[in-house]
């Protein structure tokens, strides 16, 4: 028997008894009920994007985050065609690797991990490379926890005739965004992070006219994105290949929940919340924290190692025999540790953990 800790990780995280009990059955696929399912959380996905259902679809994709982003950039873009892509971290290169295994053409604009990605380096990277066709980039960086500002990023580079790919995973549902209006061709994020259900499926939400002008140009046959979105299309929600039925209904349950919950807005202040608290309290306990405050996301903190010689096993260790599970760092400059705060997790977790930390520390 596994001890029970709360996950302050960005994902899988912990989630409600309820979506847990979501899963207590053996669901059948491919018929009406289940089908309805489907196209009924497609739909709120959409109404969590805030767009003109008419010009926009959702398509989920079976797998982690990675098969969503993986299908966006194998399915979407031609080999005459070239990427840009903002890195500020371990997912904006997971974006560059794919590209190199797919023989995509790509231009990569690095900037350091502390740091975000801007409108003034997109712009001067595009002026220089003008047959740039697709811009890809993070929207909160979960190496580090920083936000990138695609609010200042993405109208732009979509008036300039580019099509805009967002990598939203951990963000999607916690942190309020406007597909349309940021003009948002591709957005791609994954049943367990902010939405609070279990790993299971990713999901992209598209641009219709944009994903129908991609048919033919799939590199593999199970992420072809236009392939999932045509069969879901002419056959009322139906997977192509076997869906995560179990998922499928926590996800459901999932959205329900953060409907009720006050939708992305209330979820947002929870996040915020909860995030300063932890932030503020870290600190007064002598850890500091690796981003600038004006940078920080409300999902993920990273923290520096207190002293050279802070052992973080033990830390660990000591940390989830008292019911908290957190999270490594990620970064090569700076050795450092993440503390998420996404899931079930409420300002009274953040407070009980600090007072472990500080007895752990005494
Ligand atoms: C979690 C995450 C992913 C996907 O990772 P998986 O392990 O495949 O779920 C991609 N991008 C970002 C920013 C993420 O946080």
Redesign the pocket.
């Known amino acids: 028997m596994v001890e029970e800790y709360l996950l302050l990780t960005?994902?899988p995280l912990t989630t409600s008894k309820q979506v847990k009990e979501a899963m207590n059955f053996d669901y059948c696929t491919w018929d009406d009920d289940y089908k309805r399912i489907t196209q009924s959380f497609r739909q709120s996905l959409l109404n969590l994007a805030q767009v003109n259902k008419e010009e926009y679809t959702a398509v989920p994709i079976q797998g982690?985050?990675?098969?969503g982003?993986e299908s966006v950039i194998s399915s979407t873009i031609s080999s005459n065609e070239k990427l840009l892509i903002g890195i500020n971290g371990a997912?904006g290169q997971r974006i560059s690797e794919m590209a190199d295994v797919y023989g995509i053409n790509h231009v990569d604009l690095v900037v350091d991990e502390r740091e975000p990605i801007t409108l003034e380096l997109v712009t001067e990277y595009l002026d220089k490379n003008p047959d740039i066709t697709h811009f890809a980039m993070?929207h909160?960086?979960?190496t580090t926890g920083i936000l990138n500002p695609i609010e200042d990023i993405i109208p732009y580079v979509s008036r300039r005739g580019i099509i805009t790919i967002v990598?939203a995973?951990?963000s999607f549902g916690g942190i309020p965004i406007n597909v349309q209006e940021n003009q948002i061709d591709y957005l791609i994020s994954?049943s367990n992070?902010c939405i609070q259900g279990v790993?299971g499926f990713s999901f992209v939400i598209v641009k219709k006219d944009i994903l129908e002008t991609t048919k033919g140009l799939a590199r593999t046959l199970s992420l072809d994105l236009y392939g999932q979105y045509y069969e879901m299309e002419h056959n009322d929600g139906k997977w192509r290949f076997t869906s995560p039925t179990h998922v499928v209904h926590a996800f459901y349950e999932a959205l329900k929940e953060l409907d009720e919950e006050g939708g992305v807005k209330a979820r947002h202040q929870r996040y915020s919340n909860s995030q300063k608290h932890l932030a503020k309290g870290m600190e007064e306990l002598g850890f500091k924290v690796l981003i600038n405050e004006k940078y920080q996301s409300p999902i993920i903190t990273s923290f520096i190692y207190p002293e050279e010689d802070f052992d973080f096993n033990i830390f660990y260790q000591e940390l989830k025999k008292q019911g908290f599970v957190i999270y490594p760092g990620k970064i090569s400059q700076v050795p450092t540790f993440r503390i998420g705060n996404i899931g079930e997790v409420y300002i009274e977790d953040i407070t009980k953990l600090l007072s472990v930390i500080k007895d752990i520390r005494e």
């Not at 982690?64 to 098969?67: E, L, P, Q, R, V």
């Open positions: 960005p994902g982690s985050g990675t098969y982003v997912y993070i909160c960086e979960t990598d995973m951990s994954s992070k790993p």
